[in-house]
């Protein structure tokens, strides 16, 4: 159970380009949905969060605008990077919340890297 | 605000030795403690969590964590290292109220050699 798909695995896009990003709860339902992003051999950083039928919240330092996200349902969450530059060329991870009583755990995808050329 | 340090880049170990990654966190309340793997150019996989009750938690694999508030460390054990655990390991810590955010430590790779 608690399983988390992200599609596409892997895309490869030209500058200015938008590209969109699938994270979908399989078995459960996912009230909150979580967008990370990673560099290389680095840490995940929290970009959004984001609650089905609301606005996302971002973190300091993330523009709302180039990266789109949308909570359609409670299995359905998608980034849009827009207007894609090398500098997003990065490797995008979501989680998903399963309440468990007094907290919510995070089920992790397993990742989409993204190449902007 | 909330915090993790792993104060190791990398941990190198022979298989079959008992293996330690280091984390301290800070935060204040009541901390949720965890532990991920991550495999080249995979997502992350759960181990192990800490939310109430006994200090010594046991996860998959036979990894092994011990909540410690006092020195407020989650150490992350494994009695005989193999050389499949080599990966990047990170623990994170939310809190209760926190909005379930996880703040990650930086990650501490896991070498095992024959």
């Known amino acids: 159970g608690a399983v988390v798909s992200q599609h596409p695995s892997w895309v490869i896009c030209k500058s200015g380009t938008s590209v969109k990003i699938e994270c979908r709860s399989l078995?459960?339902?996912?009230?909150?949905m979580f967008w990370y992003r990673q560099f290389p051999k680095q840490s995940l950083m929290l970009m959004a969060t984001s609650n089905e039928g609301s606005k996302a919240t971002y973190e300091q330092g993330v523009e709302k605008d180039k990266f789109l996200i949308n909570h359609a349902s409670l299995t359905l969450s998608t980034l849009t990077v827009t207007s894609a530059h090398p500098e997003d060329s990065s490797f995008y991870i979501c989680?998903?919340?399963?309440?468990?009583?007094?907290?919510?755990?995070?089920?992790f995808g397993p990742g989409t890297r993204l190449t902007v050329l | 605000a909330q915090s993790v340090a792993q104060p190791e880049d990398q941990v190198n170990v022979a298989e079959g030795n008992p293996l330690t990654v280091k984390c301290t966190y800070s935060?204040?309340?009541?901390?949720?403690l965890f532990w991920y793997v991550q495999y080249p150019n995979r997502g992350l996989q759960f181990l192990l969590k800490?939310?109430?009750?006994?200090?010594l938690v046991k996860g998959s694999y036979g990894f092994e964590a011990e909540f410690n508030k006092s020195q407020t460390s989650f150490h992350l054990k494994k009695p005989s290292a193999l050389v499949s655990d080599s990966a990047l390991y990170f623990c994170?810590?939310?809190?209760?109220?926190?909005?379930?955010?996880?703040?990650f430590g930086t990650g501490t790779q896991l070498k095992v050699e024959l």
């Open positions: 994170a810590v939310s809190r209760t109220g926190g909005g379930n955010k996880l703040t």
């Open positions: 800490y939310i109430t009750g006994d200090n």
């Open positions: 935060v204040s309340g009541n901390p949720y």
């Open positions: 078995d459960f339902q996912a009230t909150t």
């Open positions: 989680s998903a919340g399963e309440e468990r009583g007094y907290y919510n755990e995070q089920f």
